[in-house]
């Protein structure tokens, strides 16, 4: 038997990410240069990276090189830790506590509950009316804030009741803040450094940064320590580490684009909104919509180079931001014309069906 026959079934299988272009370029026989990709939540205005020094690229990583510096500035809190993206803080976390219930909302951003399926514990789907109820009956309660993919949001002051709960018999409240740069306002990151308060943060969303793999976790000094050894050294590589710094520090740009992000994320929901495609949730990132023929909306999409997220339970897509004039227009375009030639149906696939009756939702 070979090696990867003998990895459990459950690790195995990867779990599904928007962005597998190429893949799309395949099922759909359009070349990759023709699609236009919404299926991320990507800022696709990312910050712009400038050329870097060349000891960036012939050094080792140092920790004293002021990244944690600019950090603490731009979070509120000297208590964070750099990683390799956030998916490093996500396997690793479940690593340090013994099996024990988590709470997650479902759905969410479905690498957490694998992550802490894979190790053992026993994760408790929520929806957003039984966390109060049930949370005396978990051990960990993991949020992603908002959320991915609903747009769901929880106040501060509610995150910050539930962790005292929790903490108060060791229990850890774990916020996932991927989609909150837009709206730091609503984040509790500054509260970070209480004992059974995690929160992860990323340049991926926001910064448009998702391929430096670069993310903080915010948490008090006793697991901090632990992550760190875990991680252990140059987790995050000297290139990336500098673009971060640099980005973090560019308040101009970051104040600029939380405008625009707004913008262009009411200008998404009341596009789909005119298609009969009405968002019941969504960031200035993304915006989400449940509808029974997501799949036939996603078909209709992807034959015309357009890639979209679909979900299966509940059936809803997720819509990224178009980057320019030109993607807003095509992204109208085949909206209107997969509902003209489906004369307003979407029993084929074609076109969505127009809900003359629904109200617009904002970003």
């Known amino acids: 038997m070979s090696s990867a026959e003998n990895i459990p079934q459950h690790l ?10 190429r893949q799309a370029a395949r099922d759909y026989g359009i070349p990759l240069a023709q699609w236009l990709d919404l299926s991320t939540g990507i800022n696709p205005s ?19 090189d002021g990244l944690l510096e600019v950090a603490a ?24 506590r013994a099996p024990c219930r988590v709470g997650m909302l479902q759905p969410s951003y479905a690498e957490h509950a694998h992550a802490w399926r894979s190790t053992g514990h026993a994760v408790v789907p ?20 908002p959320n991915n993919p609903t747009g769901t949001r929880c106040t501060p002051e509610q995150l910050l009741a539930w962790h005292a709960r929790l903490a108060a018999r060791g229990g850890w409240l774990v916020v996932d803040e991927a989609f909150m740069d837009a709206t730091p306002q609503h984040s509790i990151a500054a509260h970070s ?24 976790v915010l948490a008090w000094p006793q697991l901090l320590q632990r992550l760190a050894a875990a991680f252990g050294p140059w987790a995050v590589n000297h290139p990336a580490r500098e673009v971060a710094r640099r980005a973090l520090l560019d308040s101009p740009w970051q104040h600029a684009m939380r405008h625009q992000l707004h913008e262009q994320g009411t200008r998404l929901a009341a596009l789909l909104h005119q298609v009969g495609l009405t968002p019941c949730g969504g960031t200035t990132l993304f915006q989400y919509v449940t509808t029974p ?4 909306v996603q078909q209709s999409l992807a034959r015309q180079g357009i890639l979209v997220r679909r979900f299966e339970q509940p059936a809803a897509l997720r819509f990224g931001l178009p980057g320019d004039e030109v993607e807003w227009q ?27 009756d629904s109200a617009p939702t904002t970003a």
């Open 12 to 21: 195995a299988l990867p779990v599904p990410h928007g962005g597998r272009l």
């Open 46 to 64: 990312g910050w712009p990276v400038p050329p870097l020094p060349p000891q960036c690229w012939q050094r080792l990583p140092e920790d004293d």
């Open 73 to 96: 500035a731009y979070y509120g809190t000297p208590q964070l830790w750099p990683c390799a993206g956030s998916q490093q803080a996500i396997q690793t976390l479940p690593l340090l």
């Open 126 to 145: 929520l929806t957003a009316d039984t966390v109060a109820a049930q949370l005396d009956a978990l051990d960990v309660l993991l949020l992603v804030n």
């Open 193 to 216: 450094g209480a004992a059974g308060l995690i929160v992860l943060r990323s340049l991926g969303k926001f910064f448009g940064l998702a391929g430096v793999r670069v993310g903080f």
């Open 293 to 296: 023929e997501a799949a036939a």
């Open 330 to 356: 095509r992204l109208e375009v085949a909206l209107l014309s997969a509902a003209a030639c489906s004369a307003g149906e979407w029993a084929c696939g074609e076109g969505p069906v127009r809900r003359e």
